[in-house]
């Protein structure tokens, strides 16, 4: 039984995986479109190098400096290092603009952005919001997996991510100064012990007990 009872705290003890946030982060500017009024941005796709990390648990991503004459026109495609696409935003703000706002799309935020904010002179306010596409015909939705971060969780964390942004309508563009992957994953387990190092956790912690139970004893009868 106490043999039970030591492998018991020591597999615990190894099996501990806390969850650990990190942050990965792209620097620009990078223009959207590369060139003219439509096409992929400067950067195509920005890549994430992830590595350190276990199971995923939580992924949002938060653009800076997000400037664009019409909403309206961008797309934006997160693949994770696993594979799968989940589209962040399409078709999204409508006729309005972007001037030097951060956004973050997170599956935990209020809501996802509204079809259409206001006419061409109004500004969308910085802030969080649920991954917001409209009008996914056919062929947009053979080239993603859905439109919920969520669709992350539980995947391999590690490896190169990639988000994919362009500019998908004529006559407006706009950039993005860096954009940050975030990323909550357990942390990796540690390795499982040799049979060498088994035997040296169990005859410590059969030491400890030892002692302690010695201790125990002065002390009741003092």
């Not at 806390?18 to 992929?40: C, E, Q």
């Not at 061409?120 to 062929?139: C, D, E, L, Q, R």
């Amino acid at each position: 039984m106490r043999s039970v009872k030591t492998l018991a705290i020591i597999g615990a003890l190894i099996g501990a995986t806390p969850a650990l946030a990190v942050d990965f982060t792209f620097t620009g500017p990078t223009a959207i479109p590369g060139s003219g009024t439509f096409g992929p941005a400067a950067d195509f796709p920005i890549e994430f190098a992830v590595s350190g990390l276990g199971t995923v648990t939580d992924v949002n991503v938060t653009l800076t400096g997000l400037t664009h004459s019409y909403s309206d026109d961008l797309q934006m495609i997160l693949v994770s290092a696993a594979g799968t696409r989940v589209l962040l935003m399409n078709e999204a703000g409508g006729p309005a603009n972007w001037n030097n706002d951060t956004v973050t799309f997170d599956q935990s935020a209020a809501a996802a952005m509204p079809n259409s904010f206001g006419g061409t002179n109004f500004n969308i306010p910085s802030g969080s919001y649920k991954p917001s596409a409209y009008s996914v015909g056919p062929v947009l939705s053979l080239l993603i997996d859905g439109t919920n971060l969520d669709l992350f969780n539980g995947e391999d964390a590690n490896g190169t991510w990639k988000l994919f942004i362009s500019d998908v309508n004529l006559f407006d563009a706009g950039s993005v100064q860096g954009v940050t992957l975030s990323i909550e994953a357990l942390t990796p387990p540690p390795a499982v012990p040799e049979p060498a190092t088994w035997a040296m956790l169990i005859g410590g912690f059969a030491l400890t007990g030892l002692a302690m139970r010695r201790s125990a004893t002065r002390v009741s009868f003092a």
